[in-house]
């Protein structure tokens, strides 16, 4: 059993960063850690994951370039870097850990999901 607790949401202009962070109760090694986030009427997407065993990395289209996944393997922490945020970015962000070997995105294979941390971007 893992648990998972976001943390570092907040309310930003756009342009603007924040880093959030995702603490578990266990070390992650051998787990894929991804980020989610649902934005209210929409369905819950993958935004970032990584994959702890080899720092493989996956990123949705629409934040490539601005997001960076990483992870502090002591700290037992993922973190999500996200820079030039738009109001677009607006959501409940997630953190869920798979058991499993590869980087991947579909939410079917984790496992482990966090409470949430809110994204608020203003324009």
């Known amino acids: 059993q893992v648990t998972l607790v976001e943390s570092g949401g907040g309310s930003v202009q756009a342009g603007g960063s924040l880093r959030l962070s995702c603490v578990a109760s266990?070390?992650?090694?051998?787990?894929?850690v991804g980020w989610f986030r649902q934005a209210p009427g929409k369905e819950r997407e993958a935004v970032a994951s990584i994959y702890t065993s080899d720092n493989s990395t996956y990123y949705t289209d629409s934040v490539k370039g601005r997001f960076t996944i990483s992870q502090d393997n002591v700290k037992h922490t993922v973190y999500l870097q996200m820079n030039s945020l738009n109001p677009e970015d607006t959501a409940m962000y997630y953190c869920a850990a798979a058991l499993w070997p590869a980087v991947v995105a579909d939410e079917g294979y984790f496992d482990y999901w966090g409470q949430g941390t809110q994204v608020t971007v203003s324009s």
């Open positions: 266990a070390n992650l090694q051998g787990y894929c």
